[in-house]
């Protein structure tokens, strides 16, 4: 079975660009995860959804972010203007109704972001 | 507040040693799931282990052991006879009932040759 798939895998880009990370999570599963990976703050979850609706976005860090999931297969995660601050490997993860009340997560492998 | 911390940032053997990455965490909930992943090189976070509060017996899986002690508030992680291929960051990890993981900054371990 395919994992969590995550796109690009590496993007460098300047600061003001527009920046759309994108993810398809585990088929059958319900939750999807947005994760922040930093030297400075480690590993930090961004926003999650179940069954599509937002459920708890306290992690985005402004209105800079935005993340959708318009179907049960695919999630965007959008950085609109991108700073160096930014710079960052994120993580998309899913699960399944079994596993959701757990906090057993599937990560895919990340998206590293550079923003010069 | 909940919060994770591995205060060995990073440890270096040699292959076939046993070696122990500590794990502490704080919590005021009395249900809650402690997790190890791992992340090699390749950079993806690799799913190891659940503990729900409620279970405090150790586990065994191949060479990788846990110890959990809620007298302590630790979550112990011990690779016995180490391997290179064990040589990643591993990450201890705390949520209440969620996917929402408080993790630890992490443990570099080396297996060297």
């Known amino acids: 079975d395919a994992g969590v798939i995550q796109s690009p895998r590496h993007e460098v880009t300047e600061m003001g660009q527009e920046v759309t990370l994108r993810c398809k999570p585990i088929s059958g599963h319900n939750s999807l995860f947005w994760y922040r990976q930093t030297m400075m703050r480690g590993l930090e979850l961004l926003i999650y959804f179940n069954n599509n609706v937002p459920i708890d976005d306290s992690g985005m860090p402004e209105d800079r972010f935005s993340a959708k999931m318009p179907n049960a297969s695919f999630s965007t995660l959008k950085i609109q203007p991108s700073e160096p601050r930014d710079s960052a490997v994120y993580f998309c993860?899913?699960?399944?109704?079994?596993?959701?009340?757990?906090?057993?997560?599937?990560f895919g492998e990340g998206s590293r972001l550079t923003v010069l | 507040a909940q919060k994770v911390t591995q205060a060995q940032t990073e440890i270096s053997v040699v292959e076939k040693e046993d070696v122990t990455l500590d794990c502490v965490y704080e919590t005021r909930d009395t249900t809650y799931y402690l997790f190890w992943y791992k992340q090699p090189p390749s950079g993806e976070l690799v799913f190891l282990i659940r503990r729900n509060s409620f279970d405090e017996h150790n586990e065994i899986s191949g060479r990788y052991s846990w110890n959990f002690q809620k007298s302590t508030s630790s979550f112990n992680f011990t690779i016995t006879a180490s391997q290179v291929v064990d040589s990643a960051v591993y990450f201890c990890?705390?949520?209440?009932?969620?996917?929402?993981?408080?993790f630890g900054q992490g443990t570099t371990l080396q297996v060297k040759p």
């Open positions: 993860a899913s699960t399944d109704r079994l596993r959701e009340g757990t906090g057993e997560l599937f």
């Open positions: 990890a705390l949520s209440r009932n969620t996917g929402k993981l408080i």
